[in-house]
């Protein structure tokens, strides 16, 4: 089973700043089955990304993935206040699913 | 548009059962798999299994296995998941939500992400 660590758990920044958030695979995944998602407190996840660089209908361009084989990376390259949440990134393969355990990303 | 409507919150003691539905709405429901995630209070999300609601073919994750059973009534497009044996760290919010397919560009494969998810469902098990 392959098992998605984010790093880091929490990022301290303030708005107009670049997040960089990473997803890294205890196994070689194809890219075209890594996905992430926001979550704000109290709602549902939201697509960002699919097929790791690929974004979601809506979903602003500062918002870009990248990566390949077991590291993965969602940039978003100026944070806007509406984008402080918990990130999470998700594997398919096998006909099974997997969600990293999250990053938050907090106001500095 | 594309709406799941997930059941009321629940609670429940421990040892009991819980049923949770989700009704899909704005497309054909038997086109796209339906999975079931939980996400246990400040915790990450975790996969529990999807349904196939064309057949009722269901795969359920390692961890889901033996207490969860996911069902479906074709004719309200409904999803259920049920969850034995409640223990209080079963206490979660438990989502469901959409698996869409989409062809790859120049390849025999498919994107596969979750593309629409329900407002969630609190299950609390308390004595």
């Known amino acids: 089973e392959i098992v998605l660590t984010q790093s880091p758990g929490t990022l301290s920044l303030s708005p107009g700043e670049r997040a960089t958030l990473s997803c890294r695979a205890s196994q070689s995944v194809g890219s075209s089955y890594l996905a992430w998602y926001q979550q704000k407190a109290g709602q549902a996840p939201r697509l960002l990304m699919y097929g790791t660089s690929y974004r979601a209908t809506g979903i602003p361009d500062r918002f870009s993935g990248s990566g390949s084989g077991t590291d993965f990376t969602l940039t978003i390259s100026r944070l806007e206040p509406g984008d402080f949440a918990v990130y999470y990134c998700?594997?398919?393969?096998?006909?099974?699913?997997?969600f990293g355990q999250g990053t938050k990303v907090e106001i500095k | 548009q594309v709406q799941l409507v997930q059941s009321g919150a629940q609670v429940k003691k421990p040892g009991a059962s819980v049923k949770v539905s989700c009704k899909a709405s704005?497309?054909?429901?038997?086109?796209?798999?339906l999975h079931w995630v939980r996400q246990a209070p400040g915790q990450g999300l975790e996969w529990m299994g999807w349904?196939?609601?064309?057949?009722?073919?269901?795969n359920y994750a390692q961890k889901s296995q033996g207490r969860v059973t996911m069902s479906r009534d074709t004719s309200i497009s409904t999803v259920y998941m049920d969850l034995s044996s409640l223990g209080s760290d079963d206490t979660a919010v438990f989502y469901c939500?959409?698996?869409?397919?989409?062809?790859?560009?120049?390849?025999?494969?498919?994107?596969?992400?979750?593309?629409?998810w329900g407002q969630g469902t609190l299950v609390t098990v308390s004595s």
């Open positions: 939500a959409r698996n869409i397919a989409v062809p790859i560009p120049f390849s025999r494969s498919y994107f596969y992400y979750f593309d629409s």
């Open positions: 349904i196939d609601p064309k057949t009722g073919v269901t």
């Open positions: 998700q594997h398919y393969g096998s006909s099974s699913w997997t």
């Open positions: 704005g497309y054909t429901f038997t086109d796209y798999y």
